[in-house]
């Protein structure tokens, strides 16, 4: 069975500081990485994804993600966050035949303006 | 274009009463997803739909729980009866490829 591990649930950071938020995963066969964000309020949005190739992968809003195979992680980045980047997010698997998601517990970011 | 529908956005009820709850995913997305979402966990899938045939219902609780997608399109989850751990947000999800999710029903069972 698949399964997701985020190692931060609740990161404080100031505006400008830079992010990494961690994300492992248990998986032996192929599988499709995604983050998802939940702003206050909102549906869950898809961030970014990786399915193949190259592994690094850049999505909305500035936000990059590198699938590192040998650790089975694939962290997410950002240089400088906003105030408006205040959000849940969850890192998710998908395993190919299946295709539906396995989803972390989410790490809960706060920005201070 | 449309995004996933969802009915009710809340609904409270006491325990061992039922509810349902409705989704209208994305016009020809033929696979549609329940997830179940604790408060302070990620979600969890119920059950898988491809089409109205049922892919995976592995993590489904069958003596409670109960969904269906009549003619592949809008879809229902049903409780029947509630117990106090069932209450979460049930979100509903749609893809072709990717899934994209709805707004969500925050259910609370008193």
């Known amino acids: 069975a698949q399964s997701v591990s985020q190692h931060n649930h609740h990161v404080i950071l100031s505006e400008a500081a830079s992010l990494e938020l961690g994300c492992n995963y248990s998986?032996?066969?192929?599988?499709?990485l995604f983050w998802y964000v939940q702003y206050p309020g909102q549906h869950l949005q898809l961030l970014l994804k990786?399915?193949?190739?190259?592994?690094l992968v850049k999505g909305i809003k500035g936000f990059e993600a590198e699938f590192i195979k040998s650790k089975f992680s694939f962290n997410l980045r950002k240089p400088s966050v906003q105030w408006s980047d205040t959000a849940e997010y969850f890192c998710?698997?998908?395993?190919?035949?299946?295709?539906?998601?396995?989803f972390g517990s989410g790490t809960r970011l706060q920005v201070q303006p | 274009e449309a995004g996933v529908a969802q009915s009710p956005r809340y609904k409270i009820i006491e325990k061992r009463q039922s509810v349902a709850f409705w989704c209208n995913p994305i016009?020809?997305?033929?696979?549609l997803y329940w997830y179940q979402q604790i408060l302070g966990q990620g979600p969890k899938l119920l059950i898988q739909?491809?089409?109205?045939?049922?892919?995976?219902d592995s993590q489904l609780p069958k003596d409670r729980f109960s969904a269906e997608r009549l003619k592949g399109v809008d879809s229902t989850l049903k409780i029947q009866p509630a117990k106090l751990e069932d209450s979460a947000v049930y979100l509903c999800?749609?893809?072709?490829?990717?899934?994209?999710f709805g707004p969500g029903t925050r259910l609370t069972v008193t």
């Open positions: 016009s020809g997305h033929a696979t």
């Open positions: 999800a749609s893809s072709l490829y990717e899934q994209y």
């Open positions: 998710a698997v998908m395993d190919t035949g299946r295709r539906a998601l396995t």
């Open positions: 739909f491809q089409n109205n045939g049922v892919v995976d």
């Open positions: 990786y399915f193949s190739g190259d592994p």
């Open positions: 998986y032996g066969g192929t599988v499709n």
